[in-house]
């Protein structure tokens, strides 16, 4: 099993442009999240999915869309990329309440 | 979702017991206590969860008192791959609050 992979590991993008991060999981988890990092800072979530279909706000939603079209896959997406974005997104996985499951990470520049 | 409180930084040497305590005033009775562990450009990794008095696994133990607006996650003999940053959590699993974690630095 490959667990939690994400898509690209690295991008550089210019103010303005977008993109998507996808996550995937073979682990058949119900919920998958995502979350920022920036230095020196834990982790904050971005947006969460407790099923197919289904997506919830985090801490710091603004300026990201997320979709769980499929069980396995979570997008998350920047419209307009601007520099505060420049940050390492973690995508996460888990069957419910306990043990969440990371991906490596993306690190994300936006210039 | 419950707010929780723990010190920034704490240093050890080899092969010594390290406690680390994280407050949580306001647990809901839902609320589990998960406890994390991240080295530099990596994802965090679970350690251990509990609800209510003492969890133990291979890793390290979790001590929650009967009021749960506290808990420590015990590391015995800890090594110099033990530095790290641990991360105390509390919720029922759906909106995790990671906050600043605790950056532990060990030394021989």
């Known amino acids: 099993n490959a667990g939690v992979t994400q898509t690209p590991k690295f991008r550089v993008l210019k103010t303005g442009q977008s993109m998507t991060l996808l996550c995937a999981q073979d682990?058949?988890?119900?919920?998958m999240y995502w979350y920022r990092q920036d230095p020196g800072m834990g982790l904050r979530l971005i947006h969460y999915?407790?099923?197919?279909?289904?997506?919830a706000k985090g801490e710091v939603p603004d300026g990201y869309n997320v979709s769980r079209l499929k069980k396995q896959n979570f997008l998350l997406g920047l419209e307009s990329a601007a520099p505060s974005q420049t940050s390492v997104y973690f995508c996460a996985s888990s069957p419910s309440y306990n043990e969440q499951f990371f991906g490596p990470g993306t690190r994300l520049t936006v210039l | 979702l419950a707010k929780t409180t723990q010190p920034i930084s704490m240093d050890s040497y080899e092969g010594q017991e390290v406690n680390i305590t994280c407050s949580h005033n306001n647990i809901a009775t839902n609320d589990y206590i998960t406890w994390y562990q991240q080295f530099p450009s990596q994802g965090p990794r679970f350690i251990i969860q509990g609800y209510k008095t003492k969890v133990t696994n291979e890793v390290a133990s979790l001590f929650i008192p009967a009021d749960r607006k506290s808990s420590t996650l015990s590391l015995p003999r800890v090594s110099l791959s033990d530095t790290a940053v641990y991360y105390c959590?509390?919720?029922?699993?759906?909106?995790?609050?990671f906050g600043k974690g605790t950056t532990l630095s060990v030394s021989s």
């Open positions: 959590l509390v919720g029922d699993g759906t909106a995790l609050i």
């Open positions: 682990m058949n988890h119900e919920y």
């Open positions: 999915s407790v099923g197919e279909g289904t997506t």
